[in-house]
């Protein structure tokens, strides 16, 4: 059975109605706004101040570690101080004691620097801890701020993501209907053009959102529904205001 031949008119109600239907779809996104990338993100914001919160810890962790390493060094030289002197007491010349003498001072050098180190450890951990609760107001202050995005955007979500998908899925049975060619223009135009209108409607002897003026003989053209007719101005495909009317009717009776 012979494929039965699609008329210009049905292919431009079939386009109106395609454009229609991605308005709709072009009206929900524009609810949601920027909030799924102001979400993503707090998203990302929150993530990186966890990580900085768990690097924090780490170093602190880390110095502490450091800190007990210095204290366990000053035991070991005063014991071993404590075991220099008492060599001293049983020594058989002054070589063996200026020996010992100087053991002692290394050790006693030993107990500065370590000490030394354990204040500047001492510092750094102050000066982090301070960072740390500084981070954890901020994520407190930004993890309130991203469940309220959130909260806000699923209600968004809630209330429109089943006419979106309704709207989705009728979009690509029109999209079916229309052939590749006729398609690929209608999808190259609507990306090109900011409020995605790839086909609108004459109004007052103009193009849709356009200030320039239609010829009559071309509006006759239009209204003839025999070819496809783009607009010179905006490069936007034309249809006249009665199919528009007609086909608005149609869709909104579909989706009421």
Do not use: C, W
């Amino acid at each position: 059975m012979a494929k039965k031949e699609v008329t210009v008119e049905e292919k431009l109600r079939a386009l109106y109605d395609l454009q229609l239907i991605d308005s709709r779809i072009d009206e929900i996104r524009n609810v949601r706004g920027e909030l799924p990338l102001e979400v993503e993100d707090l998203e990302d914001e929150v993530a990186g101040l966890n990580t900085r919160l768990s690097n924090l810890a780490s170093d602190v962790a880390s110095l502490e570690s450091d800190i007990a390493s210095k204290k366990q060094a000053i035991t070991e030289a005063k014991s071993s101080i404590a075991k220099y002197e008492d060599q001293q007491k049983n020594v058989r010349n002054n070589r063996e004691f200026d020996s010992l003498t100087k053991e002692v001072e290394y050790q006693e050098l030993e107990i500065q620097l370590s000490e030394k180190r354990i204040k500047e450890y001492k510092v750094k951990i102050t000066q982090k801890n301070e960072v740390i609760n500084n981070t954890k107001a901020k994520l407190t202050q930004q993890e309130t701020h991203l469940s309220h995005k959130k909260g806000e955007l699923d209600a968004i979500l809630k209330e429109t993501e089943k006419e979106e998908e309704l709207l989705k899925q009728k979009s690509q049975e029109f999209s079916d209907s229309i052939d590749n060619h006729l398609l690929k223009a209608y999808t190259r135009i609507r990306n090109k053009v900011k409020n995605g209108l790839a086909v609108v409607s004459i109004e007052r002897g103009a193009a849709g959102g356009s200030f320039f003026t239609i010829p009559p003989q071309i509006q006759l053209e239009i209204a003839n529904r025999k070819k496809i007719t783009i607009d010179e101005h905006s490069g936007r495909i034309l249809v006249d205001a009665g199919l528009a009317a007609e086909e608005r009717e149609k869709i909104d009776n579909l989706f009421s």
